[in-house]
C-alpha cells in the first residue's frame, strides 16, 4: 500500500527520475540504505523502488502504527516499526532479520532520524548510527546504497515552512532524483562497517544532487 500511495503521489508533487549504477541488483534478502533529509524523502524512495520493480518492507516511526487503518495496513504488510528512545527499540532490529531471513528486501535509515537545518538545500549523510551495521552483522545481508536528493524542496524547515511546501510543491513540482547503487559488502568491525555504509551512501546521494545540478555540502 505503501509503495502504491507513494507511486501514485509523488508525480503530483515533483519531478522524479531514477538512475542505477551498472552493477545495481536487488537480489533477495539484501538491506537497502538511503539516506534521510526530509519527511517527503520516504514517499520519493518509494515511489522511485516501485519503479525499479521493489517493494520493501520499511522501518519505520512506531507512531505511524497507531494511526487508524494505516497501522493495521502497516502491520499485514510487513513494515517494522521503530520505538525510538524506548525499551523495545531493539525489537526493529529483530523484525528486520526475521524479514530479511524471508527474502524481503528492508529499507533503513543509517541516520536514524532527519537533519535539524532550516534550509532546503542538499548536503550529504549525517553520521550513522549503529543499527545498520548490527543488522549487517547479525544477517550477513549484502547492502545497497541509495542516494536521493530534492525532497527537502518539498518540506523542510520549520512546520509552518514544511506544510507551505507540501501545499504548494504541485505548482512548483521540484526536480526529484532517486540513484541506486551497486551492492556492498560490508566487513570489519562495526565502526568500520558504518563508516563503509556511510561513504556508499553518500557517493549514492551525491550522485543524486548533482542529477539535479543541485549545489552540495559534504558533511564532515
Known sequence: MLSRLAHALVPAVGRL??????????????????????????AVVL????????????????GLWRIPLLGRALAREGH???????????????????ALARG???LIYGEGGIPLRKDAGEAAPEAFRSGLARLV?????????????????ITSGSWAKQIAGLGTAPLRRPGLHVHVGAPITLKGDLPDRTVHARAAVTAAWREAAERLGEPITLAA
Open 17 to 42: 527520475t531514477v538512475t542505477t549504477d551498472s552493477g545495481a541488483a536487488f537480489a533477495q534478502g539484501s538491506i537497502i540504505a538511503a539516506n534521510h533529509s526530509s519527511l517527503a524523502d520516504p
Open 47 to 62: 515511489a522511485a523502488l516501485r519503479r525499479l520493480g521493489v517493494e520493501p518492507a520499511v522501518l519505520a516511526a512506531a
Open 80 to 98: 517494522i516499526p521503530v520505538h525510538r528512545h524506548d525499551e523495545r527499540a531493539g525489537d526493529a532490529l529483530d523484525g528486520a532479520a526475521e
Open 104 to 106: 524481503r528486501l528492508v
Open 137 to 153: 552483522h547479525r544477517t550477513g545481508a549484502p547492502v545497497i546504497p541509495l542516494g536521493q536528493a530534492g525532497s527537502r524542496r
